[in-house]
Nanobody, 123 residues
Framework: QLVESGGGLVQAGGSLRLSCAAS????????MGWFRQAPGKEREFVTL????????YYADSVKGRFSISRDNAKNTVYLQMSSLKPEDTAIYYC??????????????????WGQGTQVTVSS
């Protein structure tokens, strides 16, 4: 089970940190990803982190503004979001899976999903 928290309302240029706490099993060997879905749009890849934390990937739209990290001892993944823009408004989902190289952006590859947390950025 994955549970996201930390969403909310923030002004443009502000910051938020999302957390994704895993329970029921150990996700230390899984790739963890964040996706988001804005109203009327398809779910899109945001970022991922490999099991060791050594490799991370970001969508071009968030590169340089968002940072993903994980604490395997706490079974938790974090998404630090800075310089937020109104177009970052979406429901943010945490996901976990055994993801082959090159398929990190494919939502269908992730087996476990959280319920999502709303992030709203006002202009």
């Amino acid at each position: 089970q994955l549970v996201e928290s930390g969403g909310g309302l923030v002004q443009a240029g502000g910051s938020l940190r999302l957390s994704c706490a895993a329970s029921g099993r150990t996700f230390s060997s899984y790739t963890m990803g964040w996706f988001r879905q804005a109203p009327g749009k398809e779910r899109e890849f945001v970022t991922l982190i490999r099991w060791s934390g050594a490799s991370t990937y970001y969508a071009d739209s968030v590169k340089g503004r968002f940072s993903i990290s994980r604490d395997n001892a706490k079974n938790t993944v974090y998404l630090q979001m800075s310089s937020l823009k109104p177009e970052d408004t979406a429901i943010y989902y945490c996901a976990a899976g055994i993801i082959p190289a090159g398929f990190g952006g494919d939502a269908a590859r992730y087996k476990y999903w959280g319920q999502g947390t709303q992030v709203t950025v006002s202009s």
